[in-house]
Each structure stands twice: as structure tokens, then as C-alpha cells.
């Protein structure tokens, strides 16, 4: 069964561009990663598949089920994390879970403990006495507690220092292992290239790429390094180029016998040849305009 999955979906703020027919089928199991800079639509998306916004045109269904005539039932197989949880004044942790829970009418006590533990919360103190990190902990455990089968989670990293990130990405691959699809929205590359099977780029509110995460960092291009001095001034092909201590460093996708013939007219104290990470296609196809099938 699909995930999810969404036909020409569509959404306008009045006449302001939210997303424009967008296409996205999503794998019951998935670990997928939904990939834009802020403003590219990622959480407009988030909210019109959760039914917070009505869509502008076209449809998308979570297991089967419309997102705006079934959207109460599609909840409650739903874990939703937005990019920043507001809560409750005067609140402490533990009752802001405990509502979280009763919402659902589940009782999650033993896995709301041991999230908190594992996450390093305090679940005594107070709503205002929490640091931008340890809110995003609460929104966190709020999201997972109840075991959904689909996990929507909206730049969840923000906020968390590198030693929680690390714990929260294995409770992830965890939960990925029981059979949870998860969503991801990030605009942190080596997040979606470490953790997803397959991912998405969204710009502008429009998708531009979708396929497994080795296939979008497939590209005939090469990140080259060069040490020392060469005139590379009239090479085809070189893109994304900056100057680095000593020499220069470069995407490349034209004749790798030109490349080398220029080369070979320089002094060369230094070459490597490798392959651009996720990040570096990403930017490609922002800069550039490229679009893949």
C-alpha cells in the first residue's frame, strides 16, 4: 500500500505560490527524504497532506484515505513533528505528554519513558524553562510516543546538539526497522543521504527530482581538486568552481581527456578526483535549473 501519495497537488496562498502539482508516491516502509531551503514549500506540503490546509487543487491520500474527507482518522495512525512545537504556558513536560497521549486516548507511559530517557528529558520542568533544544525533545517524544505507522517529520534536527541528533536518528532507523514509514523534510543533506532510500527536491513549490538517494547523487560530473598552477579558462564543463589554499576546486562534466590535456600544461603539485556528495548535486540543480526524470 502507498504511504502516501498525492496527484497534482496543489496550494496557493490567494494569489502567493504554495506547491504546483505535485506528484509524490511514498512506499508503505519508506524512509524518505523530502529535500528544499526554507520557502521552497517543503512545509506546505506537510500541512495540506496532514489537512492543517485545505489544498487548491489536485488530492493526496495517507493509506489510502483522502487527506481532507478522512483527515480525523488519518491522525491517529500519524506522528507529526513540525519544525517548531508550541506549547501550553505554565505546563510542565510530563503533562504536556500525558495530554498528548489522552488526545489519543492511548495510554504510552512506558514508551514515553523510555524516550526520555533516551533523549535526556526532564519531564519536571516547565514549558518556559526549556531551551529551543529540549522543546524540540518534547515535540519529539509528543510525535512517537504513541507508535504511529507514519512519522511526518518537519526539519526535526533544529535545536539538538550533535550527541541527540546521533540517539534520535537511531531511535529512527529503529522504528524504520519495525516498519514505520517515516518522512523526513530537511534542508540538511547528509541527514537524507545517510538515512533515506529515496528522497525528493522541491523549488520554488515545485518537485524538480525524485528517485533513490544513490540515483540523485549520480551525476557524469566529478568534484576535481587541483594544487598548484593551471589556466583553466577555457575548459568546457566546469562548474561550481571556487579557489581553495594552493589551488582550486571544481565540478566537472566535460571530456576527461581535455581536462587532462589542460592539465598537463601546468604545474601540478596535487590532483583528486572524486565523487560530488548530495549536497553539491543539490546546489547544481538550484543554480543551475537542472531537472531530472
Sequence with gaps: ????????????YGKARGIIDLNLTIEE????????????????????????????????A??????????????????????????????????????????????????????????QLDTDKKVEELSFGNRKKVGIVCALQHNPKLLVLDEPTSGLDPLMQKEFFSILQERHQAGTTIFLS????????????RAAIIREGRLIACGSVEDLAKTSAKRITVYGDVKLEQLAGIKARHVID??????????????????????????SVAEPDLEE??????TDGGEVE
Design 281 to 286: 548535486i543539490f546546489m547544481h540543480y538550484y
Design 62 to 119: 495517507i493509506f489510502g484515505k483522502d487527506v481532507v474527507k478522512e483527515k480525523e482518522s488519518i491522525l491517529a495512525d500519524v506522528g507529526y513533528l513540525p519544525s517548531e512545537a508550541m506549547f501550553y504556558p505554565g505546563m510542565r513536560v510530563h503533562q504536556i505528554l500525558k495530554l498528548s497521549a489522552d488526545v489519543r486516548k492511548k495510554d504510552c507511559r512506558e514508551e514515553t519513558k523510555i524516550l526520555c530517557e533516551r533523549l
Design 1 to 12: 500500500m502507498n504511504a502516501i501519495k498525492t496527484t497534482d497537488l496543489t496550494k496557493y
Design 246 to 271: 594552493g589551488g582550486c576546486s571544481f565540478l566537472y562534466s566535460g571530456d576527461m581527456n581535455e581536462l587532462v590535456q589542460c592539465l598537463s600544461t601546468g604545474q601540478i603539485s596535487d590532483l
Design 29 to 60: 516502509g519508506e524512509f524518505f527524504g523530502f529535500i528544499g531551503p526554507n520557502g521552497a514549500g517543503k512545509s506546505t506540503t506537510i500541512r495540506t497532506l496532514l489537512g492543517l490546509l485545505k489544498p487548491t487543487g489536485g488530492s493526496a
Design 186 to 197: 530537511s534542508h540538511i543533506l547528509s541527514e537524507v543521504q545517510r538515512n533515506c532510500g
